[in-house]
């Protein structure tokens, strides 16, 4: 049976010291305080991968930007999605593409895919007339706005 980690408080976090080699503090239920020979806090949580058992160390965030009470909310989340059979770290990879192809689907980015489409049916004076409105009337305004958050009115 492993051995019960007593929770850690806020002043053993804060008062935490640098040493020769990194060591970590643990809280328990696989949340613990990686503190570097530099000086940085870093909250780590470590699990099993669900399918294959293997051990993992995933990264939560830096002390004390990331305080110990939402470092336990995180570990809370992960060990939810544990729970599902779902590995927190390939979870967050996939929210992390999500978000990403989000902002790269902004008005600007699919305006212009369809003006490349648009411009071998359409007559060069025509395309530039389009692009010349795209670039005065809407680019200022919708530019930046992910295409997903634009609706009609």
């Not at 058992?53 to 544990?82: F, H, I, T």
């Not at 007339?129 to 809407?138: K, N």
Request: with cysteine.
């Amino acid at each position: 049976m492993p051995k019960k980690a007593t929770p850690l408080t806020n002043t053993e976090v804060k008062n935490a010291k640098a040493k020769n080699a990194e060591y970590n503090l643990a809280d328990g239920y696989g949340l613990a305080l990686r503190v570097k020979p530099s000086g940085s806090k870093l909250w780590i949580f470590n699990y099993q991968r669900p399918y294959t058992k293997r051990r993992a160390n995933m990264s939560l965030g830096v002390y004390p930007a990331l305080s110990l009470a939402n470092a336990r909310e995180q570990r809370e989340q992960c060990r939810d999605l544990l729970a599902r059979d779902i590995d927190p770290q390939e979870h967050r990879q996939l929210h992390t593409l999500g978000k990403k192809q989000e902002a790269e689907n902004t008005f600007k980015n699919i305006a212009g895919q369809w003006l490349v489409v648009k411009s071998a049916s359409i007559t060069k004076n025509y395309l530039a007339d389009v692009t010349r409105s795209l670039e005065l009337h809407l680019y200022p305004e919708l530019a930046a706005i992910p295409i997903h958050k634009l609706t009609a009115p």
